[in-house]
């Protein structure tokens, strides 16, 4: 291969490692959980299965977190007005971090029929991460309540975790504790930390991987110039 040819290959393959490097980097996993539900309803105990999917989308320096149920759980003896049924949950927070985090919605938009599964709308909170590293979040704890009573339904099962998110810390904190975090283990968002928590992540994934490739292409260019220069004829 002719020098030319080497130079315009070496600077094309530095060109690609950028790209290649980006979309190799993961940002978070979700999947569709079924979580057994034991509800205790002031009229006895209740069980149903509802399939449930955790979902997270950047905002800011945290992450809104999503919790949908595609089925409803629980029920009333008696029909539930327009406006009567609150609900709120918790979601365990694992792998860097530890504790939960709580989400809540809006009551219910319609009247919900006597004896009816109870359809849960889409709860949501803010998680700040403070720890570097995989975050895992799992549903836990349902609470509705309604006509002044309150259900509490625990999952039975040991579902698994619905989302993983991989998050950097802000303040550079990591999963060996060495994070730099406000004191107070709770704020408006919700969410109370076991002793850890995580920040960022996707977006910054992509920076430093950005960089690297960045790097990769300059060492390239470097060497196609030398390469070059190297096979100019000496001027005398």
């Known amino acids: 291969m002719s020098y030319p040819k080497r130079t315009a290959a070496l600077v094309s393959a530095a060109a690609l490692a950028g790209p290649v490097l980006l979309l190799a980097a993961p940002a978070a996993h979700a999947t569709v959980v079924d979580v057994n539900y034991q509800c205790k309803t002031p009229i006895g105990a209740k ?6 999917d955790i979902k997270g989308v950047k905002s800011g320096s945290g992450y809104t977190i999503t919790m949908s ?4 759980v629980s029920s009333s003896p008696v029909e539930l007005g327009k406006g009567a049924m609150k609900p709120s949950a918790t979601i365990r927070l694992g792998g860097a971090d530890s504790g939960t985090l709580a989400v809540s919605g809006p009551a219910n938009s319609a009247a919900i029929p006597a004896n009816t599964p109870i ?16 975050v895992t979040f799992t549903p836990a704890t349902l609470t509705i309540k309604a006509l002044g009573t309150t259900t509490t339904c625990t999952p039975a099962n040991n579902p698994a975790p619905a ?17 730099r975090s ?5 704020g408006s968002s919700g969410q109370t930390d076991g002793g850890q928590l995580p920040q ?7 920076i430093a991987l950005g960089t690297l490739g960045g790097t990769v292409l300059l060492a390239g260019a470097a060497g196609a110039l030398w390469l070059t220069r190297r ?3 000496v001027r005398r």
């Open 47 to 52: 069980s149903a299965v509802s399939p449930i």
């Open 69 to 72: 149920w595609q089925k409803g």
């Open 119 to 134: 359809k849960i709308s889409d709860l949501s909170g803010t998680y700040t991460p403070k720890r570097t590293g995989k």
């Open 163 to 179: 989302l993983t998110l991989d998050v950097t810390a802000a303040g550079g904190g990591s999963a060996n504790g060495n994070a």
């Open 182 to 186: 406000p004191s107070g283990s709770s």
């Open 200 to 206: 960022t992540g996707p977006e910054d994934s992509t």
């Open 231 to 233: 096979n100019q004829p």
